[in-house]
T-cell receptor
Framework: TQLLEQSPQFLSIQEGENLTVYCNSS?????LQWYRQEPGEGPVLLVT?????EVKKLKRLTFQFGDARKDSSLHITAAQPGDTGLYLC??????????????FGSGTQLTVLP | DAEITQSPRHKITETGRQVTLACHQT?????MFWYRQDLGHGLRLIHY???????NKGEVSDGYSVSRSNTEDLPLTLESAASSQTSVYFC??????????????FGPGTRLTVL
């Protein structure tokens, strides 16, 4: 059972366009992380959102955590070829004083064409 | 610099053989994880460890085992490799418990093919 659904699974856009990737769940998460993975490498953390409704910006990337902490979105403004990669959301549940495990979404493969 | 390494990076084996994938981290992290990555499934947790001598089963643990004899290493063993275990395997570590979120640091992955 995939607890975190990402959409779209694949996205191919032209340089300069804007895009949004979604991460949805029926479960509540204590926090949600977004990772980016490039070919032949492991995922690398971009951001962690913790509070419902929280918005974080990382240059041209804007991350939002849903009010109910069940969903998140990643918006990229004026995409560049360097943004190409696999974007993964990952949710953590806080229990027993710890939230060490992550549940990953299926990923969105983004290709930005020059 | 501290890092997390995996070996081998590529492995081809035959059905029924035992295979061990190595993971070594120099951050002195307590938490270590093994995932497999398949198209359409993201990362699925195989086994994890919160410290020396501690091991736990994840979502897809059947056919895999781990042992944690020191802080730095968490080897993953496929007891009798099956074609369904052809995948890319990632090891990860994170540094502490008692906080609501932990960044996980990933190794470069091992691409395993079972023929």
């Amino acid at each position: 059972t995939q607890l975190l659904e990402q959409s779209p699974q694949f996205l191919s856009i032209q340089e300069g366009e804007n895009l949004t990737v979604y991460c949805n769940s029926s479960s509540v998460f204590s926090s949600l992380q977004w990772y980016r993975q490039e070919p032949g490498e492991g995922p690398v953390l971009l951001v962690t959102v913790v509070t419902g409704g929280e918005v974080k910006k990382l240059k041209r990337l804007t991350f939002q955590f849903g009010d109910a902490r069940k969903d998140s979105s990643l918006h990229i403004t004026a995409a560049q070829p360097g943004d190409t990669g696999l974007y993964l959301c990952a949710g953590a549940r806080y229990s027993s004083g710890s939230a060490r495990q992550l549940t990953f979404g299926s990923g969105t493969q983004l290709t930005v064409l020059p | 610099d501290a890092e997390i390494t995996q070996s081998p990076r590529h492995k081809i084996t035959e059905t029924g053989r035992q295979v061990t994938l190595a993971c070594h981290q120099t951050w002195n992290h307590n938490n270590m994880f093994w995932y497999r990555q398949d198209l359409g499934h993201g990362l699925r947790l195989i086994h994890y460890s919160y410290g020396v001598q501690d091991t736990n089963k994840g979502e897809v643990s059947d056919g895999y085992s781990v042992s944690r004899s020191n802080t730095e290493d968490l080897p993953l063993t496929l007891e009798s490799a099956a074609s369904s275990q052809t995948s890319v395997y990632f090891c990860a570590s994170s540094k502490r418990s008692g906080v609501p979120y932990n960044e996980q640091f990933f190794g470069p992955g091992t691409r395993l093919t079972v023929l």
